[in-house]
C-alpha cells in the first residue's frame, strides 16, 4: 500500500494525467495496419469496389467495361482450358531470356564505361542516343531481322533494360568516396581487390535500384513487343481478345500482367534493393524505426 501511495503521489506531482486508451477504432486500424495481409491486399480493395461499381451501374456499354465477376469467370475457364498457364509460361520464358541477357550485359558495360575513361568517352554520347530511342521504335527493323519469333521478343528486352542499369552502373561507381579507394590503395591492395572490395560494394546500391527499374523497363517491353510480334503470351492474348472484340480477356491480361509485377516486386526485387542498400549503411533498416 506504501508503494501504491507513493507511485500515486509521484504522478500526481508531476502535473500530467494520465494518458487516456485509445480509442477502439484506432486500435483495430493499428492492429489491422500490423498485418501483412491487410497491407498488400488492403489498398486494392477500394479499386475493386469502385470497378464493379462502375461496371454494376453500366457507366460504360457492358460490350466495353465489364466487372471483376466476369474477369474472374474468364480466368477460371482459361485455367480450365489450359490456355492461360501456356501462354504466362511463354512471357516468363521470354522475360527470363530478355532479363538475363540485359543484366549480364548492362552491368559489365557499365562498370567498363564507370571505370575506363577511354571506353566511357567512346560509348558516352552513343549511350544517351540510344537511351533516347523507345524500344517500340525497333520492333519494325527487328521484325524485318528476326521475323516474329522469340529472338525479336529477346532483343528488345535486353534493348529495354541494358541502358537504364549501365546508367545505374556508372552512377554507383561514381558515388562511391575517394577517400575509400585511396585508402584502400595505401594499405597496399592492387586494383583487382579495390574493384571487388570496395567499389562493388559502394556500387551496388545503385546497381540495386537499376535492376528494379531496367527489369520494370523490360516487362512491360515484353508486353509490347508480345502484341505486335508476339504468337503466344498475354500480350498476344490481349491482343487477339481485342481483334475478336473479347474486352473480358483484355481485362484479365491486364490484371494478370498487374498481378504478376507485383509479386515479382514485391518478392524479390524490392527486398534485394533494400537489403542491398540497407546493408551498405546509406538508410537504416525498418527496424531501427520501431
Do not use: C
Not at 110 to 133: C, E, H, N
Amino acid at each position: 500500500m506504501a508503494v501504491d501511495s507513493a507511485e500515486h503521489t509521484r504522478k500526481a506531482g508531476s502535473g500530467r494525467p494520465a494518458r487516456a486508451p485509445a480509442p477502439l477504432h484506432r486500435r483495430a486500424w493499428l492492429r489491422l495496419s500490423r498485418n501483412s495481409a491487410f497491407r498488400t491486399l488492403g489498398p486494392f480493395v477500394p479499386v475493386v469496389g469502385l470497378w464493379w461499381l462502375i461496371a454494376a451501374l453500366e457507366v460504360f456499354p457492358p460490350a466495353f467495361f465489364i466487372g471483376p465477376d466476369r474477369v474472374v469467370v474468364e480466368f477460371a475457364e482459361l485455367l480450365r482450358k489450359g490456355v492461360l498457364p501456356g501462354y504466362l509460361a511463354d512471357s516468363l520464358e521470354r522475360l527470363a531470356y530478355g532479363a538475363g541477357f540485359g543484366l549480364a550485359i548492362g552491368i559489365v558495360m557499365g562498370f567498363l564505361t564507370a571505370l575506363s575513361l577511354r571506353v566511357r568517352k567512346a560509348l558516352w554520347p552513343i549511350l544517351l542516343f540510344f537511351q533516347a530511342i523507345a524500344d517500340i521504335a525497333w520492333l519494325p527493323i527487328v521484325i524485318v531481322w528476326f521475323g516474329f519469333s522469340l529472338t525479336a521478343v529477346t532483343f528488345v528486352i535486353v534493348y529495354t533494360v541494358v541502358f537504364p542499369l549501365m546508367l545505374a552502373v556508372v552512377s554507383g561507381v561514381e558515388q562511391v568516396p575517394r577517400e575509400l579507394v585511396l585508402a584502400a590503395r595505401s594499405l597496399g591492395a592492387g586494383r583487382l581487390r579495390v574493384f571487388w572490395e570496395v567499389t562493388v560494394p559502394g556500387a551496388l546500391p545503385s546497381i540495386a535500384t537499376g535492376v528494379r527499374t531496367g527489369l520494370g523497363y523490360g516487362w512491360r517491353a515484353l508486353v509490347a513487343a508480345e502484341i505486335i510480334v508476339g504468337t503466344s503470351g498475354i500480350g498476344f492474348m490481349m491482343f487477339d481478345a481485342r481483334r475478336v472484340g473479347d474486352v473480358s480477356q483484355v481485362f484479365l491480361g491486364m490484371v494478370v500482367l498487374g498481378i504478376l509485377w507485383y509479386m515479382l516486386d514485391a518478392l524479390i526485387l524490392a527486398p534485394f534493393e533494400k537489403a542491398t542498400v540497407e546493408r551498405w549503411g546509406l538508410v537504416r533498416g525498418m527496424e531501427d524505426d520501431e
